[in-house]
């Protein structure tokens, strides 16, 4: 098992049906290490880490400029997020500097928002 393995989810599948949009199913395996130590009896993901995770992928799939993270907008928090959940991350390129995401699943949407790069 990688570093990476305990640190990102394992994408499942990534397709685009629009412009400037990717949608990544993602497993959320217990073995992830941000589990740890969060909540024993009933461990869920930070939102912190859903964060990273929506700039990882974003940088990852969407043709963004590669500059640091200047403002986070519109953040919600809704469902939390389990070991072994499946979700379903929509990304949507806003502009070079700007991009939104979601994470949804069967439970319903666990958090959105809009990302904002440095311009240079």
């Known amino acids: 098992m990688s570093e990476l393995d305990c640190l990102l989810p394992k994408e499942i599948n990534v397709s685009s049906t629009e412009l400037d949009t990717v949608a990544v199913a993602l497993h959320v395996g217990s073995q992830i290490d941000y589990f740890t130590g969060h909540f024993p009896q ?8 859903q964060l990273d995770w929506a700039i990882h992928f974003g940088f ?4 963004l400029c590669q500059a640091a993270v200047k403002n986070v907008e519109v953040l919600k928090f809704q469902v939390v997020i389990q070991p072994e959940d499946r979700v379903n991350l929509m990304l949507v390129k806003k502009s070079d500097h ?19 790069l440095e311009e240079s």
């Open 42 to 49: 009933a461990p869920i993901l930070a939102g912190v880490v």
């Open 60 to 63: 990852k799939h969407l043709d």
């Open 98 to 116: 700007k991009f939104t995401f979601k994470y949804e699943s069967e439970k319903g949407v666990h958090s959105s928002g809009r990302i904002v």
